[in-house]
């Protein structure tokens, strides 16, 4: 066995003891193969080193029907976090920032309060978000009833699923995804699988399709994608700038009506 180690001088209190407890909470029954700890402490996380290999489409249809069991884990409320874990962060490790976190009992609600204000509010502080940003931010909280599809329980989520912190790793049993670097909280399944989209993942159609087959997704669930992928992007904006900056806004363009 080799070790993988994370490490950050001067990490924010908890950051690697809320991955850790993210991992551990994302590892039931029939779900994904998540990253094993090995070890953490305040400034380092040490994981099973995962081998690479090439992404296959069995090993994405495998993906597809554990991540629908890995939702249905379930959460005790949105905005719930793993046991053992006190805060929440998503992003980068040199740079993360701090979530909201709580229990709202229904996602509409969560994402408002939890996700896109405190967003907006983040990007205003560092001077990418302005006053029509967040007044543009409110019209689409103002819309999230209507936007958020049926209700539903809350998701077992990864909460940070894009494709770069899902691994393919070669087993005895052939090629597996390996999921790491968590967010993990109570949420909308809708958002993991939204997630995948943002930025590409391999054999997505394969993956949407093996998901679907265990826990059909509600209808409607492709004109639901962008408001689920608009807290990661306007994240993106608030860190790196650029031309995300101005995909947030014209998704919260499209998305206020």
């Known amino acids: 066995m080799t070790t993988f180690r994370k490490a950050r001088r001067g990490a924010p209190e908890g950051f ?5 407890a993210g991992l551990r909470w994302l590892a039931v029954d029939d779900g994904p193969t998540v990253a094993r700890v090995l070890d953490v402490g305040a400034g380092h996380l040490d994981l099973e080193r995962v081998a690479p290999a090439p992404p296959t489409m069995d090993a994405a249809q495998q993906l597809g029907r554990r991540l629908a069991a890995m939702h249905d884990a379930g959460a005790p409320a949105f905005g719930a976090l793993p046991p053992g874990a006190d805060a929440g962060w998503f992003g980068p490790l040199d740079d993360p920032l701090e ?9 509409p609600t969560f994402y408002a309060d939890s996700r ?3 967003i907006a509010a983040q990007g ?25 599809g049926p209700a539903e329980p809350p998701a077992r989520l ?11 790793t070669d087993t005895a049993s052939g090629t597996q995804a390996v999921l790491i670097d968590p967010a993990a909280h109570g949420g909308h399944r809708e958002t993991d699988l ?22 059909p997704l509600p209808p409607g ?5 962008a408001i689920h992928q608009l807290y ?12 995300y900056v101005g995909a947030t806004r014209r998704s919260m363009a499209d998305l206020s009506g």
């Open 16 to 20: 690697f003891a809320t991955e850790a």
């Open 99 to 107: 979530m909201v976190n709580g229990s709202w009992s229904d996602w």
């Open 116 to 118: 896109l204000r405190p």
């Open 124 to 148: 205003r502080r560092r001077g990418v978000f302005g006053a029509d940003d967040a007044a543009a931010f409110e019209r689409v909280c103002a819309r999230l009833p209507e936007l958020a």
């Open 158 to 168: 990864h909460g940070d699923l894009w494709s770069g912190n899902v691994l393919w």
């Open 194 to 215: 939204a997630m995948l989209a943002l930025f590409g993942a391999p054999h997505l159609d394969e993956i949407l399709a093996a998901y679907d087959a265990v826990h």
């Open 221 to 225: 669930w492709r004109d639901r994608v």
């Open 232 to 243: 990661p992007l306007a994240v993106h904006a608030v860190l790196f700038g650029g031309g």
